[in-house]
């Protein structure tokens, strides 16, 4: 069974870091995007930062200079460094991989189970 499996989460003070990492596990041949989202309280899940398997990134405009998306295609992981975090980014941050290769012509979209992130002032 192909899964994602996030780490890193936890409670920080305002201008802190955090280093989240998701890693891809399971019988699978490539992925094509990965990607972090999240949604706070009472707002619907939003995406954060994604990443192409050559390393094209994007990022939400509100974690520009602030957070960095990175990929290591060899371990299949993903990783989120956020740093001078503020409250306004607590919420759940879930991992995403599309494209995943998991037959000649079959493949996944896959999201974790998502890490708490809660960033007290």
């Known amino acids: 069974q192909v899964q994602l499996v996030e780490a890193g989460g936890g409670l920080v003070q305002a201008g802190g870091s955090l280093r989240l990492s998701c890693v891809a596990s399971g019988r699978m041949f490539g992925i094509n995007g990965m990607g972090w989202y999240r949604q706070a309280p009472g707002k619907q899940r939003e995406v954060v930062a994604t990443i192409t398997s050559s390393g094209s990134t994007n990022y939400t405009d509100s974690v520009k200079g602030r957070f960095t998306i990175s990929r290591d295609n060899a371990k299949n992981t993903v990783y989120l460094q956020m740093n001078s975090l503020n409250p306004e980014d607590t919420g759940v941050y879930y991992c995403?991989?599309?494209?995943?290769?998991?037959?000649?012509?079959?493949?996944?979209?896959?999201w974790g189970q998502g890490t708490q992130v809660t960033v007290s002032s």
């Open positions: 995403n991989a599309n494209g995943v290769r998991v037959g000649l012509y079959s493949f996944l979209e896959l």
